[in-house]
């Protein structure tokens, strides 16, 4: 009968030391409306946003008790922002999320608006906008530190994008002007309909691109890759440094290609100028006019089929 009432008393204890404080794993969640409006998101620190079209400006977010004192959301000029301050966190709090079987913090927002003009994420956090379509006149995308975004569409007459240190995302953009630049290992898969598109990759950045442009313009350099398919009217490269450009399915009228220790798959069907050197490698297919602006020490074959 002791070991009864023992093992009963502590079995209250420990429900009333799981749900008390700081220990607990309830969650509270809060509602902001933004009267002013906002049109650009800036995130920092392992938040899992959504973003709704709604013709009104609002977020729901939901934080871990625990942490709700340290978490702030807030609307600063046109600027909705999302703020972590793990500094000041006390140490009991700290490590409820330290070690291997410690639970993950939970910061999950939705944000609701018409439009918005920029993005900026970092340390560790996302962003889905499935089913929603953002479109402006200009829109501009900044990720870095582990940050992803997913499934973002925008419709713009420019749109850009600086991605850095392990970033990814996956992108369908319609837009006149569309700027890509990556690096430190950023990943990005994008989908398009435009007149230019720039691609700026390094440090082992990957970029994959589908869709049709009038003119493309990349430049690759310390092992970055570069995956196009569609179609163009002009295809200017610069390569170098180990990297890779692959345009097997990108088929374009004309071609200028510059490259030094690197290699490229080019598809022009009218026009091709190589400027090459230091171990490059081009294959081409089709049957384009060649002009040799210079080659040393480099290599000119025709694409097998295979890689």
Same mark, same amino acid.
């Given at each position: 009968?002791v070991? @009864?009432?023992?093992?009963?008393l502590l ?5 009333g030391?799981l749900s008390?404080?700081?220990?607990s794993?309830?969650?509270t ?5 933004s009267?002013?409006g906002?049109?650009s998101?800036?995130a920092s620190?392992?938040f899992?946003l959504?973003?709704r079209?709604? %013709?009104?400006?609002s977020?729901d977010?939901?934080?871990d008790?625990?942490l709700a004192?340290?978490v ?7 600027s909705?922002n ?7 966190? /006390? @140490?009991?709090?700290k ?8 639970r @993950?913090a939970v910061f999950?927002?939705i944000?609701y608006? /018409? #439009?918005?003009?920029?993005? $900026?994420?970092?340390d560790? $956090? ?5 089913g929603?379509?953002?479109?402006? %006149?200009?829109?501009g995308?900044?990720?870095? *530190?582990?940050?992803?975004v997913n499934n973002? #569409?925008?419709s713009?007459?420019r749109?850009t994008v600086t991605m850095s240190?392990?970033? $990814? *995302?996956?992108l ?8 890509l630049?990556l ?7 994008l @989908?398009h309909?435009s007149?230019r598109m ?9 970029v ?8 493309a313009v990349?430049?690759?350099t310390?092992?970055a890759k570069a995956?196009i ?5 002009t295809?200017?490269t ?6 890779e450009?692959d345009g ?6 004309s071609a200028?290609?510059v490259a030094?220790n690197?290699?490229v ?12 050197k #230091?171990?490059a ?5 089709e049957? /384009?006019s060649v002009k040799i ?5 480099s $290599?000119?074959? /025709?694409?097998s089929?295979?890689k």
């Amino acid at each position: 009968m002791v070991k @009864k009432i023992m093992s009963s008393l502590l079995a209250v204890l420990c429900t009333g030391v799981l749900s008390c404080g700081i220990v607990s794993a309830q969650t509270t969640q809060k509602h902001l409306n933004s009267a002013s409006g906002f049109d650009s998101v800036v995130a920092s620190g392992d938040f899992d946003l959504t973003f709704r079209y709604n %013709e009104k400006c609002s977020v729901d977010w939901t934080v871990d008790e625990a942490l709700a004192d340290y978490v702030e959301v807030y609307v600063r000029g046109s600027s909705l922002n999302f703020a972590y301050n793990s500094k000041n966190l /006390p @140490k009991e709090i700290k490590n409820l999320y330290k070690g291997k079987n410690a639970r @993950k913090a939970v910061f999950r927002a939705i944000i609701y608006g /018409p #439009s918005l003009s920029s993005i $900026t994420l970092t340390d560790n $956090t996302s962003l889905d906008a499935s089913g929603a379509t953002i479109t402006t %006149e200009s829109f501009g995308l900044d990720l870095s *530190a582990n940050a992803k975004v997913n499934n973002l #569409s925008v419709s713009a007459q420019r749109a850009t994008v600086t991605m850095s240190k392990n970033s $990814t *995302a996956v992108l369908d953009f319609g837009a006149d002007e569309i700027s890509l630049n990556l690096k430190e290992k950023a990943v990005v898969n994008l @989908k398009h309909d435009s007149d230019r598109m720039d691609i700026i990759a390094d440090g082992n950045s990957s970029v994959k691109a589908q869709g049709d442009t009038k003119d493309a313009v990349v430049t690759l350099t310390k092992n970055a890759k570069a995956t196009i398919l569609g179609n163009a009217e002009t295809l200017t490269t610069n390569t170098s440094n180990n990297s890779e450009f692959d345009g097997v399915a990108f088929r374009v009228n004309s071609a200028s290609v510059v490259a030094n220790n690197s290699d490229v798959y080019v598809n022009a069907a009218d026009s091709l100028a190589l400027d090459i050197k #230091s171990g490059a490698k081009i294959y081409f297919m089709e049957n /384009p006019s060649v002009k040799i602006v210079g080659v040393t020490s480099s $290599t000119i074959l /025709p694409f097998s089929g295979v890689k």
